[in-house]
């Protein structure tokens, strides 16, 4: 079965860093669009950003400078890397798996991880 295990999450004072992880299995990684999502305590998920299959990247306003996606596809992994942390960046964060060119939406996603808890505190 497919499966999308996000990892690395935890607390961080602002202005610090934090990476988090998703590991992938089941599916033909390296064919997949990754993207990863962000719900705060009474938001909407958000998007925060997508990396394609040509490793393309693409981000949200919000995170544009400060985020960077990559992927190792030899490892099925994604990963995010996150500068500058602001409480605002304080969310559940999650990874998803899609067949699109482009990802800039949920239904743009088959799978998803359960996802990875960041706090940022001021």
């Known amino acids: 079965q497919v499966q999308l295990v996000e990892s690395g999450g935890g607390l961080v004072q602002t202005g610090g860093s934090l990476r988090v992880s998703c590991v992938v299995s089941?599916?033909?990684?390296?064919?997949?669009?990754m993207g990863w999502f962000r719900q705060a305590p009474g938001k909407e998920r958000e998007f925060v950003g997508c990396?394609?299959?040509?490793?393309?990247?693409y981000y949200a306003d919000s995170v544009k400078g400060r985020f960077t996606i990559s992927r190792d596809n030899a490892k099925n992994i994604v990963f995010l890397q996150m500068n500058s942390l602001k409480p605002e960046d304080t969310a559940v964060y999650s990874c998803?798996?899609?067949?699109?060119?482009?990802?800039?939406?949920?239904?743009?996603?088959?799978?998803w991880g359960q996802g990875a808890q960041v706090t940022v505190s001021s």
């Open positions: 998803a798996a899609g067949r699109s060119y482009i990802g800039l939406s949920a239904s743009d996603y088959l799978y």
């Open positions: 089941g599916v033909a990684f390296s064919s997949h669009i």
């Open positions: 990396i394609n299959r040509g490793g393309s990247t």
